[in-house]
């Protein structure tokens, strides 16, 4: 925005902004300012808008705009052409190609919205978002001209990116081409966000017709950052179950920063050909790398010696079940019979670490816990060494599902001449906050608190320093103390609760708002439950159960 320009400062003529939702880094990146920036406005001021969904959070662009448009530069602050008196709202709005989030963007939330059920007809919703998200990954890659060719009739266009699904027309996909060929991208960011809407629409689809869930954006940056921070020297780095690609891709965000990203070797399995192209396309899209992924199973026993190397990094977010009785055991069980994929994974997942590699692994909450074959395995893990740290995560992250998980952090037994001294434990369940009525979403505060306590605690241990850990959040444990308590491995059983620490100073007000807060989880919880009833009923009905 120039001093001569039409719109004088504060003024915010143009195009609405009604049903534009932008990101925490939108908002930085359009109001010119540092991404703390935006949640310390958040956190000072109670009129700052409120999320409306998504994760991570999305805010509705009038908003913010009416907010910002109150909130004057300091004069140090403003840009050379930017005059005294400038809001962060005129920089905002400046910041928006013809008043509005970019083109694409606008397109990509329109054909995967309210036009999505006339233009697709028959064609199943899963198949519509997966041709909608491959034209994107197109026009993301090659610019207006891969479309264009698409549009044209170009037989070869678009086949390296996988052949068009026999089940969508292909003038429903010259259509959408066309759609999308004509419309700008204001940035990179822009790109990606366009892609990123389309990915979560279609793994939601996905998921519903029996495809696998994707890993909540806020749950792939705990695991991400923690292991970016304590192994920033990584070179192999590896998904073994890499769904579509989420993980590896947020690893490459987290180590960014560090210069760490350009030095990474990448690999990755997925068992589904669908799921291992879109991570494919996801890895091309946010970071340009062509990376040819594996061929995986949804455990690795079912093929023991399909991967081997010591890796620096391993992180996955496995599929949870029973394990078929006819799998011989492999030769990396050597601390139980796994009866379950999750203790086939952490195993698995042990094997293939460097001497100073670490692992994080998404695991259900009961793994904790569970006695029988489940206990004999915790038990070899705790008392080799093995297990790092146990980070819990507050129920409802996950879309189309209400379970509980947990974070597990992994190392190579012997790895720092000894086994570990102790365990660290990290309950995050009261963490978080209700985005819809069925779903939770971790704040910037939360996500930097989780990773922040297995930081912290790394440093200490590696400097031969004890760690006090957190109130109510953490607490690292002798080993010999969780071997005592069964190899139970629950943060809740060795992490004082906020509530034991703070009852006396509790009075009615807080107590009744707290079990106003329960009633609704517990309403939340009931819905869940019903939804996952139906679910299980039309899942059976397909087969002619």
């Known amino acids: 925005m120039t001093g001569n320009s039409a719109s004088a400062p504060g003024r915010h003529d143009g195009p609405p902004l009604a049903g534009t939702l932008v990101s925490r880094p939108d908002i930085a990146r359009l109001a010119g300012v540092k991404r703390p920036a935006v949640t310390n406005w958040e956190r000072r001021y109670p009129d700052y808008p409120a999320p409306v969904g998504g994760d991570p959070a999305l805010f509705r662009a009038d908003e913010v705009l009416a907010w910002l448009a109150h909130r004057t530069i300091p004069a ?300 004999t395995v915790r038990a070899g893990l705790v008392e080799a060494g093995a297990v790092e740290c146990v980070i819990a995560l507050p129920a409802g992250l996950f879309a189309l599902t209400a379970v509980k998980t947990q974070i597990w952090f992994l190392r190579a037994p012997g790895s720092g001449g000894s086994p570990a001294p102790d365990v660290l434990f990290v309950a995050g369940e009261h963490l978080g906050h209700q985005v819809t009525r069925t779903q939770w979403a971790l704040s910037e505060d939360d996500i930097a608190a989780l990773v922040g306590q297995y930081v912290s605690w790394h440093r200490a241990s590696v400097a031969g320093q004890g760690f006090e850990g957190a109130q109510g959040l953490s607490r690292a444990v002798p080993v010999r103390a969780v071997v005592e308590q069964g190899n139970s491995l629950d943060p809740q059983r060795y992490v004082p609760s906020f509530g034991a620490a703070s009852a006396v100073r509790t009075g009615p007000d807080e107590i009744r708002e707290r079990l106003a807060r329960l009633s609704d989880e517990i309403t939340a919880l009931r819905t869940q439950a019903a939804e996952a009833d139906a679910e299980v009923a039309r899942q059976l009905r397909r087969y002619g159960l």
Not at 281 to 293: E, G, Q
Not at 298 to 303: F, G, I, K, N
Not at 352 to 372: E, F, H, K, Q
């Open 76 to 375: 140090n602050a403003l840009l050379p052409d930017e005059p005294v008196g400038t809001t962060y709202g005129d920089r905002f709005r400046a910041g928006l190609p013809g008043g509005v989030a970019g083109g694409l963007l606008r397109a990509v939330e329109r054909l995967a919205g309210p036009e999505a059920d006339r233009l697709r007809g028959p064609t199943p919703l899963d198949r519509y978002l997966f041709c909608l998200l491959r034209l994107v990954t197109i026009r993301v890659l090659e610019g207006t001209d891969g479309l264009s060719r698409l549009v044209h009739g170009d037989a070869g266009a678009g086949q390296e990116y996988g052949a068009l699904a026999k089940d969508v027309p292909r003038s429903l996909a010259s259509e959408l081409a066309h759609a999308l060929a004509g419309v700008p991208a204001a940035s990179d960011d822009e790109a990606q966000a366009a892609f990123d809407h389309v990915l979560a629409l279609w793994s939601a689809a996905y998921a519903r017709e029996g495809g696998a869930f994707l890993t909540p954006p806020s749950v792939s940056r705990i695991m991400t950052g923690a292991l970016a921070a304590v192994c920033p020297g990584a070179v192999s780095v590896h998904d073994p179950y890499a769904r579509t690609g989420e993980l590896l891709v947020a690893y490459l965000d987290a180590v960014a920063p560090h210069g760490g990203a350009e030095t990474v070797c990448f690999g990755g399995q997925v068992p589904e050909d669908t799921q291992r192209q879109v991570a494919e396309w996801n890895l091309r899209v946010h970071h340009r790398r062509k990376v040819r992924l594996g061929t995986g199973t949804v455990t690795p026993a079912l093929d023991p010696h399909g991967l081997r190397g010591a890796l620096d990094v391993l992180l996955t977010n496995p599929p949870f079940g029973r394990i078929p009785e006819y799998v011989a055991p492999p030769p990396y069980w050597k601390y139980g019979t796994a009866r379950r994929t999750e203790f086939d994974w952490l195993q698995y997942a042990v094997s293939l670490l460097a001497p100073d590699g670490r692992a994080a692994v998404l695991m259900p909450a009961g793994a904790s816990s569970n006695t029988g074959a489940a206990e």
